[in-house]
Antibody
Framework: EVKLVESGGDLVQTGGSLRLSCAASGFTFGNYDMHWVRQPPGKGPEWLSH????????DYADSVKGRFTISRDNAKNSLYLQMNSLRDEDTALYYCVRTYCSGGTCYSRSSFDIWGQGTMVTVSS | SALTQPPSASGSPGQSVTISCTGT?????????VSWYQQYPGKAPKLLIY???KRPSGVPDRFSASKSGNTASLTVSGLQAEDEADYYC??????????FGGGTKLTVL
């Protein structure tokens, strides 16, 4: 079964740090670009960051640029998100997501077919 | 900025419902990379549509989509009770950015 399992979410104080992890299984993790997407309670998703399969290309949304760092360890089938200088507005359910690929084409900038169950991050002073 | 979707939509079983997703010339209007997702309460989103009109395998053909100018649309035909969910659009927005819509809650009457 293709699966993504996030962990590391917690209640943290404003200005604090947190590291999220995502364990992948059931597919060749190293072949796929991966992303982090968050969803505040009751709101739409927000794309946060992308990392290419070999870590050579990394992108961030303006809202987290300079504060969050995405990384991966293909040997461990794992994706990470280091979050620093956390703000109240970072409170959300954080998803690890896989780029959708079909017919030899991967839609790494636009479509996600596998989502984890999410890990909740709550930032409060 | 987030794409604009109506907060709610509704229809009776068997009917068709269309959900709009309005962006700008910097996202929806400029790129063919519009996607749609279905989300049930407490669950992760599920990919319904990619590249404006294409359905991943396993998605019923009752779900169809299109784009005109800066507005994309998702149509659910032959509404079923199980279609009651939240629907989100997304679009590539250039400069390696992606934006989502605020979501539309579909109610099957």
């Amino acid at each position: 079964e293709v699966k993504l399992v996030e962990s590391g979410g917690d209640l943290v104080q404003t200005g604090g740090s947190l590291r999220l992890s995502c364990a992948a299984s059931g597919f060749t993790f190293g072949n796929y670009d991966m992303h982090w997407v968050r969803q505040p309670p009751g709101k739409g998703p927000e794309w946060l960051s992308h990392i290419s399969s070999g870590s050579g290309s990394i992108d961030y949304a303006d809202s987290v640029k300079g504060r969050f760092t995405i990384s991966r360890d293909n040997a461990k089938n794992s994706l990470y998100l280091q979050m620093n200088s956390l703000r109240d507005e970072d409170t959300a359910l954080y998803y690890c997501v896989r780029t959708y690929c079909s017919g030899g084409t991967c839609y790494s900038r636009s479509s996600f077919d596998i989502w984890g169950q999410g890990t909740m991050v709550t930032v409060s002073s | 900025s987030a794409l604009t979707q109506p907060p709610s939509a509704s229809g009776s079983p068997g009917q068709s419902v269309t959900i709009s997703c309005t962006g700008t010339s910097g996202d929806v209007g400029d790129y063919k990379y519009v996607s749609w997702y279905q989300q049930y309460p407490g669950k992760a989103p599920k990919l319904l549509i990619y590249e404006v009109t294409k359905r991943p395998s396993g998605v019923p053909d009752r779900f169809s989509a299109s784009k005109s100018g800066n507005t994309a649309s998702l149509t659910v035909s032959g509404l079923q009770a199980e279609d009651e969910a939240d629907y989100y659009c997304s679009s590539y927005a250039g400069s390696n950015n992606l934006v989502f819509g605020g979501g539309t809650k579909l109610t099957v009457l």
